[in-house]
């Protein structure tokens, strides 16, 4: 993507933002807003956020509805942005999005840590060759399957990367019940993969 | 030791989706039109705020009064006087006079102060001295804005403390000519690729339109303030590669709050006139080039002063007319080009309608 830069009255100069713009640099420029910085991060980010934000939403509209506020909640607030090295601005747009995808459900009244009711799955690890072999749509559907909370704490743990604590923190849980939830999400999950890779044979 | 979970988390965070078509320009939009919004619920906020100071400031004004003498059975202020003999029109003060009482001459709008009987007259040369000097004091306060030399006459100015004013400007000056100015040559564009051969810009008037309120702060004192829009088109022209000759299209819209003071210099019948100055600032809410939308949230400052002439319709309505000259600060970060980055000083005429209450 070619564009002309203002650097002085009717100085403009031609630079291509997509190949030499480094994150910093990115960051600066849609802080200052400029309107083609925030095109190229767009390019660059929206791909692997979508996914994310597919998984902690019902469909792909949601999901899409969700990547939208998540980038322009990052275009206003990317003054604040403070780079820490190469991938801290894509960690930042993924925490972005997580928080507004709980803050979402959470006004929605879907995020329920009851202990009642609750099933208690003795199902056995699935074989690691076995998973590697499973189709991704496959796991994402059984992922998405799962009961809200559990989702919520599996992809938060799993997927993301977030601590106990960190998820504690962002669902205002105990750290105790972030594991368990996380426990009964893994057992929930393997009995599906155990019950895919049976038929499968 | 791995996990078969970190096998899922891996998997699933290398995935890539592709977006539909077209999504960027649906995000850029939503995300445009929600920062026009609370760029303006912003703009109105500011404005009411603004408004409620300047009110704040107004408030001490609205209960003043003449003083026109402090003796006693003497009312110290013309509200007063009206309260006491429900009069609206006139009251007539025979400055010259030694003593003082108050009657009413028979008309139920004249309040007159009249001469006391000589033989009331009571008290010490010393009490005379200082009625003297408290008698003086009108005739000292001749300059006094309610005070009318020719009539003697002490009467109340209707003067409106609020004016709220809609008003349509254009430019009337360097509409075709102007060196690096309206017609510019060799310079370059920006947003045009391949201009190869001689380029030009043609800026078409800007037209502003405005909302303007104005609180009377002190007697002819006037703080006005509000928000205008204004459209800048610009047309850019350069030739191609092969020498043909290529236009196209720019059109920037932008929103501004103006403060200006306003001083009220002549009155007469249903005519009045003032003078102001003042400052602006705005910005771009909509810029749009061949298609393509440009973005500028720089904000753009400018100072201006202007004269008025207003004629009265109505009691509440009149129309007036104020030319206005403004000196437009350029900032380095604005991407655009239009007018008044290429002319900072600007001649404007503003026409429209008053509405005081």
Known sequence: ?201 | MEDWTDIIGKRIKEERKTLPPGDWDNLEREYLARKRSRWIYTSIISLAAAAIAVLAVLLPYQSADINIINDTGIPDTVSELLAQYDSTETIIYPLRKRNFTIADQGTADQVVIAEKPESSTEGSINEEKKDEAQIARPVDNKEHPYYDNSTEEIYTRDRKKIVLSSRLGGLSSRASSGIGGINSSGIGIPYMLGANGGTSIRHSIPITFGLDIGFLIQERFVLTSGIEASVYKSEFSYSGDVGESRGIEQTAWFIGIPLKLEYTVWEADRFSSWIGAGGKADRCIYARLNGMDIHDDTFNWSVLANAGIRYDLFDNIGIFLAPEVSWFFRSENTQLLTYRTENPLMFTVNAGVKFSF
């Not at chain 1, 650097?7 to 640099?25: A, H, P, S, T, V």
């Not at chain 1, 105790?176 to 599906?192: E, G, I, P, Q, V």
């Open chain 1, 1 to 201: 993507m070619a564009v002309f830069r203002n650097c002085g009255r009717f100085c403009y100069r031609e630079l291509d933002l997509e190949k030499e713009i480094g994150e910093k640099e990115l960051a600066l420029s849609c802080a200052k807003g400029d309107n083609m910085a925030r095109k190229v991060l767009y390019n660059r980010y929206a791909a692997r956020l979508y996914p994310l934000c597919c998984r902690y939403t019902k469909d792909s509209d949601a999901g899409k509805d969700l990547l939208h506020d998540t980038l322009i909640k990052a275009f206003d607030k990317i003054g604040g942005f403070n780079y820490r090295g190469e991938g801290s601005l894509y960690a930042w747009l993924r925490k972005i999005a997580v928080n507004m995808a709980i803050e979402r459900i959470r006004k929605e009244g879907r995020l329920s840590f009851s202990q009642l009711n609750d099933d208690i799955y003795a199902a056995e690890d699935p074989d690691i060759d076995s998973v590697k072999e499973i189709p991704l749509d496959e796991l994402l559907k059984m992922i998405s399957s799962l009961p809200e909370s559990k989702r919520m704490v599996f992809n938060l743990f799993c997927i993301e990367g977030f601590s106990h604590y960190e998820i504690s923190e962002l669902l205002g849980i105990s750290v105790n019940t972030s594991t368990s939830t996380l426990a009964k999400a893994k057992r929930l999950l393997a009995a599906m993969i155990n019950n895919y890779l049976e038929k499968m044979k």
